[in-house]
């Protein structure tokens, strides 16, 4: 493990030698780091469903060179929406996080910026999103929609559930939905048992992610999963693995795949299968560092799975 990063302002959990801490001017900082630009991974997490949606779409159909651009223009609307949620969140939780020593040192309660600042910040973030959207077709373009609602939901779940993760997996799964209908220009159930699969994935993550938290978390109030589940963590865990795995091979079944392109996109859910795994054999919910790095390296579980469903959508 690098040691700590030793730029005075910077957040805790950023990444070691990310250039918005290195590089960026400084008057541009707070506002990336409200974006969550110098932590990726959140962005990756919502980019890769939208591309298993691709994936799914061209097994049940055909390739088509339409799909290069939704790919591309989910990436732009990934970084433009995952900025413009987590500003939402950092609005609503301001007073929370200058409680957390994760996260005191966040441009907002540590009056880098104001509330009013952030939420101009948001909505520019936010129009970025809709361009993007609005070239994806009638049928993704109502799913993007829809999808604001458990957006704003979402930072408050902790304050009355203890399963805030399911509202996270909810909100960052629809691009799964959203990718496939923006080929198929309709929404079939393979995209939606994706979806219910992304949501097990996501409570699994997150709730490794919610460990390094549980104790200031406890003290202050806030619900999650860890807290839930304590000591049987790792139990609840595998159940979650398993029914990620179980409801994406329910998915790529249901896209009527034959031959190798259903060999090969069940290849790529074994390679993910196989990587829950190892996280599970890593975890040491005593170790917030070993926790962070495990959150991090959901981005190459799911890649792996796009890698093969894209092999398999082209074949």
Known sequence: MKPAIQIPDAVRDAVNGNWVDNTAPLSWRPWLRLSRIDRPIGTWLLLLPCWWGIGLAMMGDRARWFDLWIA??????????????????????????GSVDRTRKRPIPSGQVTVRGALIWMGAQALIGLAMLLTLGGAAIWLGVLSLLP????????????????????????????????????????????WFGGIAWTVFYDTIYAHQDREYDALIGVKSTARLFGENTRTWLIVFGILAVLLLAMAIGMTGAEGASWYLAMAGLAGFAGHLVWQLLTLDLDDADIQLMLFRSNRDTGLILVGFLAIAGIV
């Open 72 to 97: 591309i223009a989910c990436a732009i609307g990934a970084v433009a929406m995952r900025g413009a949620g987590c500003t939402w969140n950092d609005i609503t939780d301001r007073d929370i996080d």
């Open 151 to 194: 957006v704003a939901i979402y930072p408050f779940a902790k304050r009355f559930t203890w399963w805030p993760q399911v509202f996270l997996g909810i909100a960052f799964n629809w691009g799964v939905m959203l990718a496939y209908a923006a080929h198929r220009g309709q929404l079939d159930m393979a995209p939606v048992i994706a």
